[in-house]
């Protein structure tokens, strides 16, 4: 069964601290994507990347950077010096089975990260 | 630009209303999706359209309904509003593959009294 993991509930940190949210997804496909969505207090999703399970280079977006690590099934996400506007609850998510196609997203519980000033 | 809507954007209700729920994508994606928010279960897939005419279950399908007429628009409809349905729900919309990132509405917050 596929499943993704997100164990941090929540995570508080001062401004300008780096801060790290893990992931720990299940699945049996070989291929598959993994994403991260971030919803700000005002309640929408907002993408932030998607990844294929082939390309395991980390990638790095401004004060954003997530690592890919196949041999631990993780997908964890990197913010370096956090802001207020960074407060948010994060999700972790995978796409559904290869073999069904549904495009369905399994998504974590979520993290909610607050960033105090 | 493209955007998807939802309205409303909050709505209350009474128990055994029928409840519809709009999505509306201007990016002319083929796939849909609605899911709901509920804390501790994050977001669950209720149902999916492929393309018009087509709709799928997700997971979590029943006392829901939904009907694709035209590529733009996925209503999403409540038969008989319960408590348990008392949830945020998004519409997401996909280009044509099934991998393709997932976009979302604002979201409507729903309440069943």
């Known amino acids: 069964a596929q499943k993704v993991t997100q164990a941090q509930t929540e995570i508080s940190v001062v401004e300008k601290e780096d801060v790290t949210l893990d992931c720990v997804y299940e699945t049996r496909d070989t291929t598959y994507y993994l994403f991260w969505y971030k919803q700000p207090p005002s309640g929408e999703l907002v993408f932030l990347i998607r990844?294929?399970?082939?390309?395991?280079q980390n990638e790095i977006s401004g004060r954003y950077s997530w690592n890919f690590q196949k041999s631990t099934s993780s997908f964890n996400f990197t913010i370096t010096a956090s802001q207020v506007v960074d407060s948010a609850v994060y999700f972790c998510a995978l796409s559904g089975p290869i073999s069904s196609n549904t495009g369905k997203l399994i998504f974590g519980q979520g993290t909610t990260l607050q960033v105090k000033p | 630009d493209a955007e998807i809507t939802q309205s409303p954007r909050h709505k209350i209700t009474e128990t055994g209303r029928q409840v519809t729920l709009a999505c509306h994508q201007t990016w002319n994606h083929n796939n849909m999706f609605w899911y709901r928010q509920d804390l501790g279960h994050g977001l669950r897939l209720i149902h999916y359209?492929?393309?018009?005419?087509?709709?799928n279950k997700g997971e979590v399908s029943d006392g829901y309904s939904v009907s694709r007429s035209n590529t733009e628009d996925l209503p999403l409809t409540l038969e008989s509003a319960a408590s348990s349905q008392t949830s945020v729900y998004f519409c997401?919309?996909?280009?044509?593959?099934?991998?393709?990132?997932?976009?979302f509405g604002p979201g409507t917050r729903l309440t069943v009294l």
């Open positions: 359209s492929y393309g018009v005419h087509d709709t």
């Open positions: 990844r294929n399970s082939f390309d395991e």
């Open positions: 997401a919309t996909q280009n044509s593959l099934r991998t393709d990132t997932q976009y």
